[in-house]
């Protein structure tokens, strides 16, 4: 199964905007607001419907961070491979909210708690809130993190961190 997604951080002044996930794929854990791209929809389009959808908000002006790869193998084979794109954004209209979905929490940017979030964010969340623009691949086994790569897309010639 190959699918395109979307993640988005809100951004207010040296915060971030997470959201406990209440359901799905990766419940209980922090995350950005974000899902799947539908068919006919770009994924900025994407990431202003979920943001709307989860915690009410329709963010103004997104900012591309990066395109991430996911790929969850089980079993000897691959399960599942997800292109998200992520993007942030500082200007939007409304007041987080709750939903049946997710739990909006403000964090200041230092205190991410990357302990309670996907085993990846912790290397490419950070150059991402920085205001770089990376590309990643990240190979888990059964949704536990096994290899990855990462790059600034300024200079994606070389790796800023490599993990085999």
């Not at 799905?24 to 068919?39: E, Q, T």
């Not at 691959?78 to 993007?87: D, P, Q, T």
């Not at 920085?130 to 059964?142: A, D, H, V």
């Amino acid at each position: 199964m190959i699918l395109v997604e979307t993640l988005l951080y809100l951004v207010r002044g040296g915060e971030v905007l997470l959201i406990l996930k209440k359901r799905g794929l990766g419940a209980g854990l922090y995350n950005g607001v974000g899902g799947k791209v539908k068919p006919g929809e770009t994924p900025e389009e994407a990431a202003v419907r979920e943001a709307v959808e989860e915690i009410g908000v329709k963010p103004l002006q997104l900012n591309w961070g990066g395109l991430l790869e996911f790929w969850n193998f089980v079993d000897g084979g691959v399960e599942s491979v997800h292109y998200v794109h992520v993007f942030t954004s500082n200007s939007y209209v409304g007041e987080p909210r709750e939903s049946e979905e997710a739990i909006p929490q403000w964090f200041r940017k230092e205190e991410v708690p990357y302990d309670k979030m996907w085993e990846d964010d912790r290397y490419w969340l950070p150059v991402v809130l920085g205001g770089g623009r990376i590309y990643g691949r990240f190979e888990f086994q059964k949704w536990k993190l096994r290899r990855w790569s990462l790059y600034l897309l300024e200079e994606a010639s070389q790796p800023l961190l490599d993990l085999v």
